[in-house]
């Protein structure tokens, strides 16, 4: 019998895999890489947007008290907005004070003051709150979050850094300027 001709690749046994990578499974093998990497990053991105911040973080301590201005720049019946803070400063018609969220119980969206109606209307799922943050439409099952106000030296000032859930409005929240 004659011992069989085997060919080899290169001088290299038969048993030994081929060294080269072919360029398709190259590539096949760095677009898996890159998918996945991609795949990580949104959903690293996607977990830290849904995640809460920490209570006592640096980020919620950092300026939390906002200066709004003089209390007589408020006038009685009004809404002023304050985006910085997110927040309402509403003078009711006997001149106490509200610090109201600007965001829904419902789902946090933004509830702007709509004048004409006298009410916050949520975009979001029509739910509505009236000019002391009670619930007057729902979904909504709850009044808009406050927060405490502070009034030195006639300065009206905002801790939003303490946000208040409430259920209903209640007049021990209504904050009054001192008599002079």
């Known amino acids: 019998m004659k011992p069989s001709k085997i060919k080899t690749l290169k001088g290299k ?4 895999a081929p060294a080269e990578v072919s360029r398709r499974s190259f590539l096949s093998i760095l677009w898996s890489a ?3 990497v991609a795949l990580m990053e949104f959903l690293w991105m996607t977990f830290s947007f849904l995640r809460p911040a920490k209570p006592g973080s640096a980020e919620n301590q950092a300026n939390t008290v906002i200066n709004a ?6 006038a009685p019946g009004t809404v002023t907005a ?5 927040f ?3 003078r009711l018609n006997d001149g106490g004070l509200l610090a109201l969220s600007c965001k829904c119980t419902h789902l946090g969206c933004t509830v702007p003051w709509i004048e004409k109606e ?6 979001c799922h029509a739910s509505a709150f009236d000019i002391t943050g009670n619930v007057i439409n729902s979904p909504a099952t709850r009044s808009l979050d ?12 905002v801790d ?4 208040i859930k409430r259920g209903n409005f209640d007049p021990k929240q209504v904050i009054y300027p001192p008599k002079v």
């Not at 201005?69 to 408020?74: I, L, Q, W």
């Not at 006298?118 to 975009?123: D, E, G, I, T």
């Not at 939003?160 to 946000?163: H, L, P």
């Open 13 to 16: 046994k038969p048993d030994e």
């Open 34 to 36: 890159l998918g996945l």
């Open 69 to 74: 201005g003089a209390v007589v720049s408020f």
């Open 82 to 86: 304050f985006q910085s803070g997110e």
């Open 88 to 90: 309402y400063i509403v």
């Open 118 to 123: 006298k009410k916050f209307l949520c975009p």
């Open 146 to 157: 406050i927060f405490p106000v502070i009034i030195e030296n006639n300065i009206v000032r």
């Open 160 to 163: 939003t850094g303490k946000r």
